[in-house]
């Protein structure tokens, strides 16, 4: 049996950070990895270039059953504290839009800063290595592994969620919490493509690959983003943002013209170019296959001298209002979250330790609190990693 001070569970974006900020404090801390090597998620994020935080994240870009439980974490680690250290480690990054970081080259080199900053302050760090079982002593953690025992003062579960489970994700970190007898928020894909039933499959097959910007509405919310039909239905940044807030027999609401006054304009070119068909005039506004598509989904067609008033905001509510109803999502297999987790109220928003079993930690997106597609989600990460690293 080899003891140690603290054990993480999770090599990720939160797992390293929690390490690092404990070895900092002179506590003995062991990470154990179960794939070949540790930050798979940070590898393949940003297309491999990692966006890896946002400079204008607030708390109002996180979703949580307690809205104000990653407050605490957010204010004390916040995007400059990152910024700073890729600073100190010489790497080049920018920001692509809406106050996306990303690195210059490579992801490998966020990878490389996280497992430098352990090394520099004795980090152990296993991979390829599966916890059997976890057992609680009085005031230590016994971690069963394949051929031996380690044990620790302090257990902290980084594992993630069942998002993308090719790289290894599951769920384990929610079979540790149901273990201890917490309350798990049902987990749900998020940032994930929408998808429809029959009648929509056939026509989003004809306009895969067409993208444009677009506000989309579920509810409340309102995003405004880029949208891309694909050949299963609807994908893109502002799709992947409402997937986070839709439920299961919710309607989808699409301005395709966020922009354009589309009533005012075609009224315009019916004056001043009759002859023309209205499916060429909306192909001035929108996607020529995706104009065409709606003329015909309408039921709206011929020249612009042709068609009523009343039949242009037939096709104009069409564009700027279409109502659609979602039958699920593509699931966790291309979902780049988890919405839900262990709950915030089983969790210090100050420490991330469990009220109920002392020296029991949860943290990053194991938890119930999930960030908007642009680099929130590993904000939450750094930020509850290194609340943590404090108190362990």
């Known amino acids: 049996m080899t003891d140690y001070d603290v054990i993480i569970a999770g090599g990720g974006a939160a797992g390293l950070m929690c390490a690092i900020e404990a070895g900092k404090r002179g506590r003995r801390v062991l990470v154990i990895e179960k794939n070949r090597a540790v930050a798979q998620k940070i590898r393949i994020s940003g297309g491999g270039r990692c966006n890896f935080t946002n400079i204008y994240t607030t708390h109002a870009d996180f979703i949580s059953e307690n809205p104000h439980f990653h407050k605490s974490a957010l204010k004390r ?62 005031e230590k953690f016994d971690i069963v592994l394949d051929r031996e025992i380690k044990s620790c003062k302090s257990l902290v579960i980084a594992t993630g969620g069942p998002s993308i489970p090719k790289m290894g994700a599951t769920g384990w970190g929610y079979d540790v919490a149901r273990y201890f007898k917490l309350k798990v928020v049902d987990p749900v894909p998020a940032l994930v493509p929408l998808t429809f039933g029959e009648d929509f499959i056939f026509d989003f097959r004809t306009l895969s690959g067409v993208s444009l910007d677009v506000e989309v509405c579920c509810g409340k919310t309102i995003f405004r983003e880029a949208l891309l039909f694909t050949h299963r239905g609807l994908s893109g940044p502002a799709i992947l943002q409402i997937s986070s807030y839709w439920r299961s027999g919710m309607d989808v609401i699409i301005n395709m013209a966020p922009d354009n006054d589309v009533f005012e304009t075609l009224k315009i070119k019916k004056q001043q170019t009759p002859k023309v068909e209205i499916q060429t005039a909306l192909s001035e506004i929108l996607p020529k296959r995706l104009a065409s598509y709606l003329c015909d989904y309408s039921g709206v067609s011929g020249t612009l001298a042709d068609l009523s008033y009343k039949k242009l905001q037939k096709l104009v509510d069409v564009i700027t209002n279409w109502r659609i109803k979602p039958n699920g999502t593509e699931g966790f297999k291309t979902a780049e979250v988890t919405r839900g987790g262990v709950s915030t109220a089983e969790i210090s928003s100050k420490t991330m330790e469990c009220v109920k079993i002392p020296g029991l930690y949860f943290i990053g997106e194991v938890v119930d609190v999930t960030g908007h597609l642009g680099g929130f989600n590993f904000q939450w990460a750094w930020a509850s990693g290194h609340a943590a690293g404090q108190y362990v």
């Open 77 to 138: 680690f916040q995007p400059r504290d990152f910024i700073q250290m890729v600073e100190k480690h010489n790497i080049k990054y920018h920001e692509k839009t809406l106050g996306q970081l990303f690195c210059d080259e490579s992801s490998n080199e966020i990878i490389q800063m996280l497992m430098r900053e352990c090394d520099t302050v004795g980090v152990e760090i296993i991979t390829d290595t599966v916890i059997q079982a976890i057992d609680k002593k009085e």
